[in-house]
């Protein structure tokens, strides 16, 4: 009978062992399927990487009224962005920015207001970002550099309302 019991500690102890261990594990224990620095990676990867062939920058002027012929809607004309009075050329993404694509309404003028607003109304695409938070602000700001790592700026705008101005410096 003692030799019974004895035996059967010797086989389920280590098969208890086994058991807790797994069950312990990381992989076991509950957490999102996707981990933090995954969903940044993948996230990254949605987003075109920054080139390392941009050209200088130009400092050619544009008025609002001379961007609007840049909206994308005559194919012989690049199409360009302006961000706080910075113009960039994003014809190499007329799939984006080109007529009926998602982010056309930025295209052919300065949608500042917009892209801090993080908005896609044909309203707030307008040059006057100055009423905009602090947080808002932030946020043009970071487009601004997605765009001057990503695009060439071809010019800068004269004519923006008097309550921002045009970068300088770049
Ligand atoms: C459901 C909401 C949205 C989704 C799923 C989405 C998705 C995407 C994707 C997949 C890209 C990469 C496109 C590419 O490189 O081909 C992108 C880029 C971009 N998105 Fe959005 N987006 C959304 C909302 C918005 C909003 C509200 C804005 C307004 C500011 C915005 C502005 C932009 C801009 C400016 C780019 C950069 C395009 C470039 O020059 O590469 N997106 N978005």
Not at 49 to 67: M, Q
Not at 82 to 97: A, E, L, M, N
């Amino acid at each position: 009978m003692l030799s019974v019991v004895t035996y059967g500690l010797v086989l389920a102890l280590p098969l208890l062992f086994l058991f807790l261990k797994h069950s312990l594990s990381p992989s076991r224990q509950s957490r999102p399927l996707i981990s933090q620095p995954e969903e940044k990676k993948s996230l990254k990867t949605i987003m075109q990487p920054p080139r390392d062939d941009l050209d200088p920058p130009k400092d050619d002027p544009f008025t609002l009224e001379h961007l609007k012929q840049f909206d994308g809607s005559d194919l012989s004309k690049p199409i360009y962005v302006s961000i706080k009075g910075i113009v960039f050329d994003v014809t190499r993404k007329s799939d984006v920015y080109g007529p009926g694509k998602s982010y056309n309404i930025f295209a052919g003028k300065d949608g500042s207001k917009g892209l801090g607003k993080s908005s896609l109304n044909l309203e707030d695409a307008v040059p006057d970002y100055s009423d905009l938070p602090e947080n808002e602000k932030k946020v043009l700001d970071d487009w601004f550099s997605f765009f001057q790592k990503r695009y060439n700026i071809v010019g800068r705008v004269t004519d923006m309302p008097a309550s921002v101005s045009t970068l300088s410096n770049l």
